[in-house]
Structures are given as structure tokens and as C-alpha cells.
């Protein structure tokens, strides 16, 4: 028997393989499947595809082919009976029909039907078991499913052999181009979510986030519908002694991932959460990390983090050392890495909290340079910075991307949210109303001036001191002073922080009339923003944002 025939005792399961068999109609001799493959066997089959390797500190480097980040336009749910009425449609949540639906999967069967091998990943979204779902991923790049496997909660063997049917399935066909003609589409891409039948496909991206933020949909429509539980884009980590939570809400770039990962606290989650009647938990297994400038001065535990079964994607790397390069951004600046949360030190396993929040901190990379370090923010101010969810877009996050761009992106993750934001926003307001929160605006973009005039980053030390004294309740006893326009209330002093920056009329390094004409142009697009949620806020909210 040649090498090439062996078998390998991988925890195939022959019912679910049969399945698949018969759900993609295929013939028993053409394709190997494998189920829940460990990371070795999936290193091995990986390599065989083309620019993959392992890395210097045995990471898998993969590359996702001519998409580098997501595709938010080619996005769509379809328009069925049993969800239509609950779905936010428009530009976020494009419609398309059952018809489109029935073309698009039986083109994506056609592609799986066709490859030697194809990998099942079976695992849970949620890790509190009340509202956990089983998740079945079907794919044919090896590094897909590592990815998965990584970012999944991966199940014992007791709870693999009694799996059953799936709450929801992946169908990655990514490979394989979508039919442009096909009515609704308008490229060679789509990612589809089928609330009805429970299914999503992907055609023309091979870009690993497409799956992770496609589950993190389907947790933002299920578990407020059925369980009254609250789906938010946003890290969380526990204090060790103390067992106080915080939670980080932000887009990607705004450093939800790096400032979670703290370890004098306990790491719940860097990027999906849920918060239930019972606390908080973590959608996630694993943590998805930019890469980007990584260094192990500057973020020790991501750094350590990548090593043999973590997945670097589109990073460039020495063709003789194996050493990755992560300042390179000829590829994408969206370099990333999937690795499983335990990689942290500090990961609290599992990966739930049965305390509620007692600090809610929203990030922004503001690229203009007018908003402060932190912000102490009232409750009318929580609401209308939640639904406003303002940052400066980071290159490479999406296609097209190159350079910061102002955005405002709903709940801090209009591009997954299913419902209205106004429930959700609705949702926060009351358990941090019930549970006594205290919240924090806090700005990880530029100081002393915009990204445009040459302004530079508030150094990531600062950030992590302001986070020290939320932590400690120091700040929430320092004296503050209230900012024209936004009449946000800014401390003082905030130990281990120049006084000076605190304030960004005091740095600004061009002067204060250009500094206040650039408060009033970004109070003005916070205000235009806010005129489609406007009828539904309350006169409160409205007259917590900008007054011009």
C-alpha cells in the first residue's frame, strides 16, 4: 500500500460522513473525508496547497487568495417567511430570494462534489451550554478548517460522539466563483445566511473571516429572538482577585484584541460575546488577532501565541528563515491570526462569566484627532456614542480599504448585526441600567492632531494606564472637565498619562481654531449620522450627542 493510501485513525465518523455523501450526492471512491482532524493531519494536507507553509515559530501560513479581508457588499440573507419580518434590511442585510438561494448552494454542491478531500469541522458557538449552538463546517481548504477548528469551541470526545444533527452548517465553497448572472448578484461573491434552513454558503472568497463573522450573524439574529440574550461585537475580560468584567466594544483596529489581552485579568473573550441573565460568555474558542506591527515588546501574549495550530493568514515571511515579516503589508495590512484562546496565558476556561459587567469601555480610532484619550460617559452619552458606533475605519479590514476612513458603524458591529440597532441599543441600556455599569469612551486613533496633518497614535502604554485606573476606580474619582461641542467629561489627571493629552485642545499641535473647526466638521457627520435613528431616540439621547 503506498504512502498515499494509509489510514489515518483521524475520528471520522462514518453516519456524518454518509451524510455528507448524500446531502452533495457523492460517490464513494472520489472523495477522502475527514471529521474533526487534529492540527498535524491538517498541517499535512495544508502544505500540499499552494503558498502554505509553517513558520519559523511553527505557525501554518496560508493565504486567502485575491480577497484579503471581507466582502461586506456581497453579503445576503434570504428573504423567507420565517424571519423576513425580524430581519434589519438594507444596506448591511442584502435580500435575496430562495430561488437565488437554490442556484448559488447547488453551485457551491458542484465544487464540493469535485475536490479529493473534504474536512468537517463539528463544534459549538456559545460556551454557555444553555445557549451554546452546534455548528457543522464543510470545507476544502485544509487551512479552513484549522481555522475553524480554531475558532469554534472545540468539543470532548463525548460530546463529538454525540453531536447529532447540526443547529447550523457552513457550506464553504470559497474556491469556486458564484455566477455573476445570477438574479441579485452583482459580482462573483456571496456569502448567504438561510435562517430558514440553517445554512450559509460562500462562493469567491477564500478569506477565513468570512466564516467566523458569518456565525457571529446568525448568533446576532438567534439569541435575541429566542433566548432574550444580548449578542454584542465587543472582548471581555475578569478581573483575577476582584472578578469585576469589562467589557471593550469597537471595530476591528480599535484595539478590542490587544486590550482584552491584559494579563493581571482574566481573558473571557477578544471579539464575540452574549450577556444573558446569567453574565457574560464568549461566542468564540479562539481569538483572531491583527497582526500587523505585532511585536513581543509590544503584545507579548499574541506574540507567543503564534506556534504550531495557530493560522497566520496572508503574512510574508523569509523564504529561507520562515520568519514572518509584520511589518510587510505588501500582501494586506488585515495580516491576521486564529488561534485557539487558550494560546493566552491568562484565558479563563471556561470562557464565561457568571458576574455582570461593571465597565463597558467603547473604542474608537478616532483618525481626526478631536476626540479624548477617555471620556467618562453619562447614560444618555452611552446610548447615543452605542448607536452611532463611530471609529475611522482601518486599512486592509475590508476591500478597497487603504487608509483610515471616518464610519459609523452601529452597536460597533453594523456590518454583522441582524436586527434593528435600536434592539439592541435598547437591550444595553437596560442591564446596564439594571446591573450599574459604569461606562468609558475611550479613543486608541490619533493625538496632537488628525492622521491627514501627520498626528500620531496614542501610544498603546497610555491606553493601558487609562485601563488601570478604570480598573483600580481611580477614575472614576478624578476631577473632570467638560469639552465644547461633544461636552464630554475628561479627566484631569489619569496616573501614568501626560496631563497634556488628556486634553486634545491643549495638544493640538496646529492650534485651537483649527482644532475647534475640526471638532465642528466631526460633530456635523456624528449629527447627519444620527438623523435615521433620530424618530425612534429619545429627546435624552438626541441631546447627549454633539450640539453645534
Known sequence: MS?????????????????????????????????????????????????????????????????????????????????????????????????????????????????????????????????????????????????????????????????????????????????????????????????????????????????????????????????????????????????????????SGTGKTTLSSDPHRALIGDDEHCWSDHGVFNIEGGCYAKCIDLSAEKEPEIFNAIKFGSVLENVVFDADTRQVDYTDKSITENTRCAYPIEYIPSAKIPCLADTHPSNIVLLTCDASGVLPPVSKLTPEQVMYHFISGYTSKMAGTEQGVTEPEVTFSSCFGQPFLALHPIRYATMLAKKMHEHKANAWLINTGWTGSSYVAGGKRCPLKYTRAILDAIHDGSLAKASYETLPIFNLHTPTKVNGVPDSLLNPAKSWVEGTAKYHSAVDSLAEKFIENFKIYQDQATPEVLAAGPQV
Open 3 to 251: 504512502p498515499s493510501k494509509v489510514s489515518i485513525p483521524i475520528h471520522d465518523s462514518q453516519e456524518v460522513e454518509q451524510k455528507i455523501r448524500k446531502e452533495l450526492d457523492l460517490g464513494s471512491e472520489v472523495v477522502t473525508i475527514r471529521r474533526n482532524a487534529p492540527a498535524a493531519v491538517l498541517y499535512e494536507e495544508a502544505l500540499k496547497e499552494k503558498q502554505t507553509a509553517i513558520t519559523s515559530t511553527g505557525a501554518l501560513a496560508a493565504y486567502s487568495g485575491g480577497k484579503t479581508g471581507r466582502s461586506p457588499k456581497d453579503k445576503r440573507i434570504i428573504e423567507e417567511e420565517t424571519s423576513k419580518e425580524e430581519v434589519w434590511w438594507g444596506p448591511v442585510n442584502k435580500p435575496a430570494s430562495e430561488k437565488t438561494w437554490s442556484i448559488n448552494r447547488e453551485r457551491a454542491a458542484d465544487y464540493l462534489r469535485t475536490r479529493d478531500h473534504l474536512y468537517i469541522v463539528d463544534a459549538f458557538a456559545g460556551w454557555d451550554p444553555r445557549y451554546r449552538i452546534k455548528v457543522r463546517v464543510v470545507c476544502a481548504r485544509a487551512y479552513h478548517a484549522l481555522f475553524m477548528t480554531n475558532m469554534l469551541i472545540r468539543p470532548s470526545a463525548e460530546e463529538l460522539a454525540h453531536f447529532d444533527e447540526p443547529d447550523f452548517t457552513v457550506w464553504n465553497a470559497g474556491q469556486f466563483p458564484a455566477n455573476h448572472n445570477t438574479e441579485g448578484m452583482t459580482s462573483k461573491t456571496t456569502v448567504e445566511i438561510n435562517f430558514k434552513e440553517m445554512e450559509m454558503i460562500i462562493l469567491g472568497t477564500e478569506y477565513a473571516g468570512e466564516m467566523k463573522k458569518g456565525i457571529f450573524t446568525v448568533m446576532f439574529y438567534l439569541m435575541p429572538v429566542h433566548h432574550n440574550v444580548l449578542t454584542l461585537h465587543s472582548s471581555c475580560n475578569q478581573g483575577i482577585e476582584t472578578g469585576d468584567v469589562t467589557l471593550f466594544f469597537g471595530l
